[in-house]
Structure formats: C-alpha cells, structure tokens
C-alpha cells in the first residue's frame, strides 16, 4: 500500500532561519495535502496539490510536488514563533506521514 | 457554523470494556473519516464513510474496531475488549466530498485503557 515518510522527524531553528520538511511517497499520488498540528491540538489543513511540478504560497510558506508526483516538501521562510507545530503531509488514500516537528527558539 | 466535535473528549477504560467514540461532523459534510493518533506520531487512517456507505475500513487494526453511520451523519466508533496498544486519540474528520478535498478535524477524543 502507499507508504508515506517525512524527513526530518524533528527540526529546532533560532527565529528568522528557514525551514524544510520533506514528504517522499513509494508510489505516484494524485494528490498530496499538508496539514499543522500545534501543540494539544488537532490538525488543521494548509493546502493541497495536484498537479506534477505544482508550487502554491501561503505568505511565507511555500509548497511542491514533484514532477513524478511522488513527492512533496513544504518551506518556511523566516521562521517565526507561530510556526511552531507539527507538519503532516498526507497522500490521496489519507496515509499520513509521521510528520516534522517544528520548533522555533526566540 | 459549528465545526466537527467529538465526545467524549476523555475516555478511561479498564482492559476488557467495550467503548464506543461518537463523531458530530460539520452539517453538510458527506465524508467523515476516522484515525487514530498516537503519542508523537501522525495520524493512521481508520476507516471513511462517504454518507451512509463505509467506503474504506482497510485502516480498521482488528476485528475489536467496528464504526457505523446509519444516516449519513453522527459517527460512532466502537471498540470492543479494549486493549492496552488501544490508548490513543481518535480524530475524526469530515469534508465536503471525497478524499481529494479539504479535511477538518475534530478535537479528538483520548482513550487510555488502564
């Protein structure tokens, strides 16, 4: 079945320094969603791609898919205290990846 | 409008008790999901409804798991002879259709099995 794995598991970054987490897939997607969980929270949907070689911005976030639709990652520019939270992705059979936990020293 | 609630939010069961998780998706969602989350991981796929039909219970971990949504709306998850691996939060979800469309969360409700 579709496997998902994200990398890293965990990521600690001074405020202001940017920030990666990548989401590869054993088989092709046909679509790839990220959500965020905050801390005692539940997650909460950012966006979904679809196409090959799709990249969407939210304000500082800005996300892909990869050409051969099996994989995603998910950038933050300049990160700030709110950002601090578990980032999901999640392929098209809702298979969640083990997410990256985010945190962000002030 | 209101969005998904799950109750109860807490739930202790001694191993062996039957317990049944209730799901109160956002009106007019015609999918809910179900997962289970475990401490510091992500969320595992359950099973989905889409209405009344059980489109997908291939997450379901054992026999022990059973979920129904006799009229397309209200969702119960119930788990029979909890075990001690069964403590966990379950999260349910619902969307406006299918798999490829955004997904809102409930607040969970968090089993732990003594």
């Known amino acids: 079945g579709q496997q998902v794995m994200q990398i890293p598991q965990y990521q600690h970054v001074q405020e202001g320094e940017d920030f990666t987490t990548y989401c590869n897939s054993s088989t092709t997607l046909s679509n790839i969603q990220w959500y965020k969980q905050r801390p005692g929270g539940h997650p909460v949907f950012l966006i979904q791609?679809?196409?090959?070689?799709e990249v969407k911005k939210q304000k500082r976030l800005t996300f892909q898919f990869g050409e051969a639709k099996k994989n995603s990652s998910l950038h933050i520019t300049a990160t700030q205290t709110t950002d601090v939270g578990t980032y999901f992705c999640a392929g098209h059979d809702m298979r969640f990846g083990a997410g990256t936990r985010l945190t962000v020293k002030p | 409008g209101a969005g998904v609630s799950q109750s109860p939010r807490y739930k202790v069961a001694k191993r062996g008790q039957d317990v049944a998780l209730r799901c109160d998706p956002i009106s007019g969602h015609v999918s809910l999901f179900w997962y289970q989350q475990a401490l510091g991981q992500g969320p595992e796929f359950l099973t989905y409804f889409q209405n009344e039909a059980q489109l997908d219970k291939s997450g379901l971990p054992s026999d022990r798991f059973f979920a129904e949504r006799p009229e397309g709306s209200v969702s119960t998850l119930k788990i029979q002879r909890t075990q001690q691996e069964d403590s966990a939060v379950y999260l349910c979800?619902?969307?406006?259709?299918?798999?490829?469309?955004?997904?809102?969360f409930g607040p969970g409700t968090r089993l732990t099995v003594t």
């Open positions: 791609l679809v196409k090959s070689g």
């Open positions: 979800a619902s969307s406006l259709g299918g798999r490829a469309y955004e997904q809102y």
